[in-house]
């Protein structure tokens, strides 16, 4: 159905800057969430990040507020993670995640590092 690619992962330093990219295929509905979420070694997967497809209403975590900004283009079927003063403890598996009608598709995610 619907099928999601992470990119842009890396290794950054203490208060640099990725962009990170979600594509995906398939058809997305109105009533669509789109989120980007971290799991660290050890730590439960977090919510960091979501947009809503149509209204792009935005909601973050606190941990990455002022720091992150969550964004789509439609036209270009991706969600972007931009993230800014970057932090080691966002080092992180990162997913992004698509809700369609209460159904969740998952990317592979991609592995963001930021040396101290």
């Known amino acids: 159905q619907v099928q999601l690619v992470e990119s842009g992962g890396g290794l950054v330093q203490t208060g640099g800057s990725l962009r990170l990219s979600c594509t995906y295929s398939?058809?997305?509905?109105?009533?669509?969430?789109m989120g980007w979420y971290r799991q660290a070694p050890g730590k439960q997967r977090e919510l960091i990040a979501t947009i809503r497809s149509m209204s792009a209403t935005t909601n973050y975590a606190d941990s990455v507020k002022g720091r992150f900004t969550i964004s789509r283009d439609n036209a270009k079927h991706t969600v972007y993670l931009q993230m800014n003063s970057l932090k080691p403890e966002d080092t992180a598996n990162y997913y992004c995640k698509i809700n369609q009608w209460g159904v969740n598709y998952w990317g592979q995610g991609t592995q963001v590092t930021v040396s101290s």
């Open positions: 398939g058809t997305i509905s109105g009533s669509s969430t």
